[in-house]
């Protein structure tokens, strides 16, 4: 997501570059006139609400506090709204505009989703005994959600939902073995919609509470120039190596994914550079796409900002953030090792030379140099560790009116740095790469972008914050970044209109949350979704029946069953989001592998489980027929499908 000209805002008469972005990732709309205007301010307003229920600030002015589930309802009206407002009922048609029925049904949608929220009081005060007003409404809101879904995600996850809808009707005309007793149409709509055993269950509250700000984070990052920084560092330091553009490819990802926890939006920022770059060094259009998309897919597995499927590990498990964060980060970085082993064998084989730098360094000034960094960074690693934890030993609670004016200001001081080094250029695909940019130079010039990861990781593992107060403090440090780093330049290079560059910061900002808004949109929807296949579960006792059949299946054989659950994880991940998919394996299997494995003398730890369900769910991303992340490595130029297949295999 290159960054543009802040005045091309999303006024009428032009489309918004968020609404470009968005048809580019996800085939929505690009709308122009008052339609641009109420997509670019719904998603900005949604952005802020999170923002809000995310920071003490309720609860310092004892105003606008809403409990989980009111926060839920509101969080899913958004999406809602914008499912039918940002994406035309049939593809391809209505792309830029948005008709009337699609404004109805968005409102329609909006206010089923928020009638927890509105009508909270009386709700409360009937629990389990619905009237007809609440029924219609519950009914209404999942035909809704279902069709949300299938714009923004598509048919399959629409499908298993309205399965489970089926099953949970129709239970005593199924077969004996999955059969049950049945629910009326009242119990089933008061079960998924009227309470939080269904849509708005913990899938949806994940989603509200952490998944969001996580994303808006990654968003602010990408349009303060962190992606590019990411890409130019890789390419700087890997791309002398053998198919180093490839490499590149797969450090940048990795270090995109670091920020972004999406493989699809990790496809588009990076890919565009990197898809180029490898066929033009010799690559094959489908083997160029793949190394992308199944670097990208492994982002999902990269702390700390992992996919949404990670903290909906941390409710569903019951263990902190930083747990899931110390189980995964070995398996990240061994598929990372073996990713980039991979594109070695495969530059060998097609007898490719790296790009020669133009200092090139001895062995040893390159043993020197790795030796100060491994070392600088350790000194840097005590003297932070150390020194923050003196100042909160000798300060107290007033220790972070120290920390934070002390983080300013070596903020400040790695922006006045990066402005001695030239200013890196955006990426262009067209241009040939004929030369290495230095390493050292161009690794200064970004610094200040990993204050941001310092701050979410510092919240996280030392202060042991919630996941969503640890991405608020970096989010709110990150829109610090957005808003004054093109005037802090200006200051330094002594040139350029000090205001004009601080009204550009605040458009970026502006820009960057109806960004990360929208790209919630398909998440939003999706743990709303797949919250009707847990409620279905919890309704109907599915889960006891899954036990009996699995271990009818395997004979007990843990081995067996495993590779039954991956085999499962891998036949929906072909038509089901990453983190729909998690939550509909992790709730059937994950209980009965450990359950099985119990009853045959072994201890499986849960984590262990879900992480196992989790790394085969997000190959949902690459997996063909419908592997997003394959279609938006469509740069390359070659067929989805085979690039799918080459990136899972």
């Known amino acids: 997501m290159a960054t543009s000209d802040p005045a091309n805002g999303a006024g009428a008469g032009g489309g918004s570059n968020v609404d470009e972005i968005l048809q580019t990732e996800t085939g929505g709309r690009a709308t122009t006139g008052y339609a641009a205007v109420i997509l670019f301010i719904v998603p900005l307003l949604w952005s802020l609400f999170q923002l809000w229920i995310a920071s003490p600030l309720p609860y310092i002015f004892n105003f606008a506090i809403f409990n989980s589930t009111e926060a839920r309802s509101i969080h899913l009206a958004f999406a809602v709204f914008l499912a039918f407002s940002a994406f035309p009922m049939i593809k391809g048609r ?24 509105v009508f909270y009081d009386e709700l409360a005060t009937r629990p389990g005994a619905p009237i007809t007003q609440d029924l219609w409404v519950a009914l209404v809101g999942l035909v809704l959600l279902l069709e949300a879904t299938r714009r923004a995600l598509g048919l399959p996850l629409t499908i298993v939902a309205a399965v489970f809808i089926t099953y949970s009707i ?27 055993e269904g849509v708005f269950g913990v899938a949806l509250g994940v989603s509200t509470s952490f998944v969001f700000l996580f994303v808006l984070f990654g968003a602010l990052l990408e349009r303060a120039g962190a992606g590019n920084y990411f890409i130019k560092v890789a390419y700087a330091m890997l791309g002398h190596m053998r198919g180093g553009p490839a490499k590149a490819a797969v450090v940048s990802s990795g270090l995109s994914g670091v920020i972004s926890g999406s493989s699809i939006a990790n496809v588009v920022t990076t890919g565009t550079f990197t898809i180029p770059l490898m066929k033009r060094v010799g690559f094959p259009a489908t083997k160029a796409g793949a190394v992308e998309v199944a670097a990208s897919t492994n982002g999902q597995l990269t702390p700390p900002i ?6 909906l590990m941390v409710e569903y498990v019951g263990i902190s953030y930083l747990e899931v964060i110390k189980h995964a980060i070995l398996p990240a970085l061994i598929s990372y090792v073996a990713l980039i082993y991979i594109v070695h064998l495969e530059a060998c084989k097609l007898n490719m030379q790296g790009i020669e730098r133009l200092n090139k360094p001895t062995l040893a000034q390159r043993m020197l140099n790795w030796v100060v960094i491994l070392i600088g960074l350790s000194v840097l690693t005590l003297a932070v560790y150390y020194g923050i934890g003196w100042t909160k030993t000798l300060f ?123 790209n919630m949109v398909g998440i939003g929807v999706a743990t709303a979704t797949a919250g009707i296949v847990v409620g279905t579960v919890t309704l109907t006792g599915i889960g006891l029946v899954m036990t009996e059949f699995v271990e009818f299946l395997s004979g007990g054989n843990l081995l067996l069953m495993l590779i039954f659950t991956a085999i499962i994880s891998l036949i929906l991940g072909m038509g089901l989001p990453t983190t729909a998919n998690y939550i509909v394996v992790s709730t059937l299997m994950a209980p009965v592998i450990v359950t099985l494995g119990a009853q045959n003398g072994l201890i499986v730890p849960l984590i262990a489980v879900h992480l196992f369900v989790f790394y085969f769910g997000i190959l949902a991303d690459d997996t063909p027929p419908v592997g997003l992340a394959a279609y938006a490595a469509a740069i390359s130029g070659a067929d989805p499908i085979r690039t799918g297949i080459q990136g899972f295999t």
């Open 94 to 117: 209505h792309v830029n505009i948005v008709p009337i029925y699609d404004w109805i049904l968005a409102l329609a949608a909006a206010f089923c989703a928020s009638y927890l929220f």
């Open 170 to 196: 129709a239970g005593p005309y199924m077969p004996d073995v999955i059969a049950h007793k049945g629910v009326s149409l009242s119990k089933l709509a008061s079960h998924q919609w009227l309470g939080t």
């Open 306 to 311: 992992m996919g949404a499927a990670a903290f």
């Open 396 to 518: 107290g609670e007033a220790a972070i009116w120290v920390l934070a004016p002390l983080l300013v200001l070596i903020y400040i001081g790695l922006v006045g740095y990066a402005t001695r080094f030239p200013e890196l250029e955006e990426d262009d695909p067209d241009k040939d790469m004929g030369e290495l940019p230095p390493v050292g130079a161009t690794v200064k010039t970004g610094l200040y972008f990993l204050l941001p990861v310092v701050v979410l990781v510092w919240c996280l593992t030392v202060e042991r914050f919630s996941p969503q107060l640890s991405a608020f403090w970096a989010t709110l440090f990150m829109i610090f970044i957005v808003i004054t780093q093109r005037p802090l330049k200006a200051f330094f290079h002594k040139h350029g209109s000090f205001l004009g560059e601080f009204k550009g910061g605040v458009f970026d900002l502006a820009h960057s949350l109806a960004t990360g808004a929208r």
